[in-house]
């Protein structure tokens, strides 16, 4: 029997991948010919989707962006032993864009069943959580200290240190939230986990709760991902039934159970304590600190709040060991990084490396440079709030320190390309009334600044270029950056100061006039 694999997650499913394995389960039918369909999660390279593969002696051959309408003729080709056709792509793993990434986290996506256990299990799943059972909170905490695992979120503050204040705090209840709520422009790598390999993030979150000492587990998905909502919760299931969790963790005694919740959509719930609020049934509305989150979080009580990918890296730190993982990465930058590429791109996708790669490498080597043929402008790091970087920056390598020393992010590792036709003042515009939509209100420099800023922006862009316009839209963002109460107005400045910075012709402005980056 051919085993035949066909993506399940929503990049393929957009692109037509059910009425691919239905027609392939047709055809096979009528030729007589016998197989196992497998719906796999997906491998990560989004610009071969539908990408069906075939397993052979040889390993595993690729079909690329598959079609309803190919099926018929896939067979006639022999696609069922690996046979030739215009749709190949060879050996899976011998794709390049593959083939020289350095998957840690994502190692399994694409390979195996997202909801089989077993599947989980065969490919090294409960690894580190049988070791971390073996361990004192103490001693699990200065493990992640060790392995140099910094939140993948975009704040980038050390993980075992958050759980340590945890796991020290005096209280009859903790908790462990994860924030899957992906808002960022260009972003996909946390669905890529709920939907290839959920019980990867289930693993990490069950490990953060017997390390802290906390019994409950909420994982806060956004509402526009339905898909990851139900692999999530069909995983949960599944989880419990194999006694992964709830009153005995793998027969451990130690008590662990998770559930999910759906936010609204509000762009600022991905701040931790918006979300914290939202999730508390109230209005996704940023608290003031301190306390912090680790002290005083959901409920009141000690929690820990950690992004998908920093939970789902969690596994492998426990499984392999903190030495190893820290030998991936640069300076405080360690381990790897899935960085996504999206926009004016040619091969969108993910790509997992150590921090140190540079941005050009990612858009050149993997991206195969933009989409459009034209050449590549701009890049935007970090999601809606993070910088537009000019060529003259795509040569740092990606680490937390080196992007903040020219005043960019690398936060979640989302890409954005455009090329030379974009016009850096709109997109200017289009970040601050990005804020004024998803501001929670609570603090003026974010609700009236970015309401300002759109303004400004408007009359430099219809003529106004004089001193003055410029140094109020500076002051202003100077006043979002210094007085907001949290991430949404602190960093909507970025990219209009760095579009103002290194493309001021696009504010009909002169270069000259305009200072460094570095300044």
């Avoid at 989004?46 to 690729?62: I, Q, S």
């Avoid at 402008?377 to 990606?398: K, N």
């Avoid at 950056?481 to 991430?487: E, N, P, Q, T």
């Amino acid at each position: 029997m051919t085993r035949i694999y066909v993506p399940r997650d929503s990049s393929a499913l957009a692109l037509g991948a059910d009425d691919v394995a239905a027609a392939i389960q047709r055809e096979a039918a009528a030729r007589g010919i016998d197989i196992e369909l497998v719906r796999n999660g997906s491998r990560g390279l989004l610009y071969l989707e539908p990408l069906v593969e075939v397993e052979t002696a040889d390993g595993r051959v690729g079909y690329a962006n598959v079609e309803e309408t190919d099926v018929s003729a896939l067979f006639d080709a022999g696609f069922v032993q690996g046979g030739q056709h215009a749709r190949s792509v060879g050996l899976v793993e011998q794709i390049p864009y593959l083939r020289r990434q350095q998957r840690l986290t994502f190692a399994r996506i694409g390979i195996t069943d997202p909801l089989s256990t077993d599947d989980y299990v065969a490919h090294g799943g409960l690894e580190g959580l049988r070791n971390a059972l073996k361990l004192t909170g103490e001693q699990a905490c200065q493990s992640l200290i060790e392995s140099g695992l910094r939140g993948r979120g975009g704040a980038a503050f050390p993980a075992g240190i958050k759980w340590r204040t945890v796991a020290q705090a005096q209280a009859d209840q903790k908790y462990i939230v994860c924030n899957a709520d992906e808002g960022d422009s260009g972003t996909f790598s946390d669905r890529l986990v709920m939907e290839s390999d959920p019980y990867m993030l289930i693993e990490g979150m069950t490990i953060a709760g017997v390390s802290v000492g906390a019994t409950i587990g909420h994982i806060y998905v956004r509402s526009e991902y339905p898909h990851s909502i139900a692999a999530l919760e069909e995983a949960i299931r599944r989880a419990r039934a194999a006694g992964w969790l709830g009153d005995d963790v793998l027969g451990s005694g130690k008590r662990f159970d998770l559930f999910v919740a759906k936010g609204a959509g509000a762009y600022v719930c991905g701040e931790e304590t918006a979300l914290l609020e939202s999730l508390e049934g109230k209005r996704g509305i940023v608290r003031a600190k301190p306390p912090l989150p680790a002290l005083a979080g959901l409920y009141g009580k000690p929690t820990v709040i950690n992004n998908v990918i920093t939970l789902a890296t969690v596994p492998i730190i426990f499984a392999k060991g903190a030495a190893f993982y820290q030998d991936f990465g640069m300076g405080r930058s360690r381990g790897t990084l899935p960085f996504q590429l999206a926009g004016n791109i040619a091969r969108g996708g993910l790509v997992e490396l150590a921090f140190g790669v540079t941005l050009r490498e990612l858009m050149v080597d993997y991206g195969g440079g933009t989409a459009s043929g034209r050449p590549a402008r701009a890049v935007q790091v970090g999601g809606p709030l993070g910088t537009y970087l000019p060529e003259s920056q795509w040569d740092i390598p990606m680490d937390y320190e080196a992007y903040a020393a020219v005043g960019a992010v690398v936060g979640h590792g989302g890409i954005v390309v455009h090329d030379d036709t974009s016009n850096l003042a709109e997109l200017a515009q289009y970040a601050m009334e990005f804020c004024t939509l998803e501001s929670c209100g609570k603090c003026t420099p974010c609700r009236i600044g970015s309401t300002r800023g759109v303004e400004v922006i408007a009359r430099i862009r219809k003529g106004d270029t004089s001193e003055k316009q410029v140094t109020l839209l500076r002051d202003l963002c100077d006043t979002m950056v210094s007085g907001s109460l949290c991430a949404m107005g602190g960093m909507t400045p970025f990219p209009v100061l760095s579009a103002l910075d290194h493309f001021p012709e696009d504010f009909g402005l002169e270069p000259a006039t305009q200072p460094t980056a570095a300044a």
